[in-house]
């Protein structure tokens, strides 16, 4: 069964880190592209990064640009995000998903994505 789970969330202070991890069972991780997602209240769920399935291309929503970084362990089936100067305005419910393509076009399109895991819930406050 294909799964994904998503680990890491929690309650940080502005300015803090966390990183979020996602590990993958019943498929081979280095098949997908695997993208971020974010969902913060009432708001619409937005794509914020993207890894290629080598590792070897990265994309960045221009508001976590700098202060994010995506990273992937095939060898673990694991994917991260390096949260770091977190804002109040990272809060939100974090995705990941997997895309059975090896690049991260239309990274930021619900549509391209096949599998999708439950979220972490991520809230920034002091």
């Known amino acids: 069964q294909l799964q994904l789970v998503e680990s890491g969330g929690g309650l940080v202070q502005p300015g803090g880190s966390l990183r979020l991890s996602c590990a993958v069972s019943g498929f081979t991780l280095d098949d997908y592209a695997i993208g971020w997602f974010r969902q913060a209240p009432v708001k619409e769920r937005e794509g914020i990064s993207c890894?290629?399935?080598?590792?070897?291309?990265?994309n960045y929503q221009d508001s976590v640009k700098g202060r994010f970084t995506i990273s992937r362990d095939n060898a673990k089936n694991t994917v991260y995000l390096q949260m770091n100067s977190l804002k109040p305005e990272d809060t939100g419910v974090y995705y990941c998903?997997?895309?059975?393509?090896?690049?991260?076009?239309?990274?930021?399109?619900?549509?391209?994505?096949?599998?999708w895991g439950q979220g972490t819930q991520v809230t920034v406050s002091s």
């Open positions: 998903a997997a895309r059975g393509w090896p690049y991260c076009t239309g990274y930021q399109s619900e549509k391209v994505y096949h599998y």
């Open positions: 890894i290629s399935r080598r590792g070897d291309s990265t």
